[in-house]
C-alpha cells in the first residue's frame, strides 16, 4: 500500500493525568492532524464502576500500513502505562482506530480479529461518535453519517456526552 491514508482515531483515558495523555497522542501524529475534536467529559462504557474518561478523536494522515498503524498506537498506550486488566475498565490511555479510508476515501476493511476495520463496536458508542462528529461534521461510517448514527442512540447516551474548554495545547 503506498500513498496517504486517513485514519480516525478514538483516543481516550480515566487514570493519571487524562489530558496530557491525550496530548501525547496528538504530539505523536503532530503534522499528520488532519482535524481534531474538542475535549469531551464521557460516562464509562461497559458496565464497570469507574470515573469519567476523557475522549476525542483525531483524523490524522497515515503512510504505514493497517497493522504497522496499530503497533504505532499501542506503543503509546504502553509509554502511558496502560494495563489490560478488566475489559472496559479504567485506564490511562486506550488508542482505537475506528476507521482507515485510502487516498480516495474508500474504506480500508480488516478481519484481523487483532484488528477489525472499521470498528465493530464504534456505531453504538457516543463517546465515539459525538467527538468525531465535533471533528468532521460530514463523516460517515459503513456509508451512514455519523449524525444520524448519533441520532439512532439512546438520547440519555449522547447527553451524557459534556464537551470540555480543555485546550488542546495544555493551556
Not at 106 to 133: G, Q
Request: a negative charge; charged letters at 25%.
Amino acid at each position: 500500500m503506498s500513498g496517504t491514508n486517513f485514519a480516525v482515531l478514538s483516543i481516550g483515558g480515566n487514570q493519571g493525568d487524562s489530558a496530557a495523555l491525550l496530548r501525547t497522542v496528538a504530539r505523536e501524529f503532530d503534522g499528520q492532524i488532519v482535524a481534531r475534536s474538542a475535549f469531551f467529559a464521557t460516562p464509562p462504557w461497559g458496565g464497570v464502576e469507574q470515573d469519567d474518561f476523557l475522549n476525542a478523536v483525531l483524523i490524522v494522515d497515515v503512510q504505514e500500513e493497517p497493522m504497522a498503524l496499530l503497533r504505532r498506537c499501542q506503543r503509546l498506550e504502553q509509554a502511558a502505562d496502560r494495563v489490560r486488566e478488566i475489559r472496559w475498565g479504567p485506564r490511562t490511555l486506550d488508542v482505537d482506530i475506528v476507521s482507515l479510508h485510502d487516498a480516495s476515501n474508500a474504506p480500508i476493511t480488516s478481519a484481523d480479529p487483532e484488528l477489525l476495520l472499521p470498528h465493530p463496536r464504534a456505531r453504538e458508542r457516543a463517546f465515539v461518535l459525538v467527538p468525531w462528529a465535533d471533528a468532521d461534521p460530514d463523516a460517515s461510517l459503513d456509508g451512514v453519517s455519523v449524525a444520524d448514527l448519533i441520532a439512532l442512540l439512546p438520547a440519555e447516551d449522547v447527553d451524557s456526552i459534556r464537551r470540555l474548554d480543555t485546550s488542546w495545547d495544555g493551556a
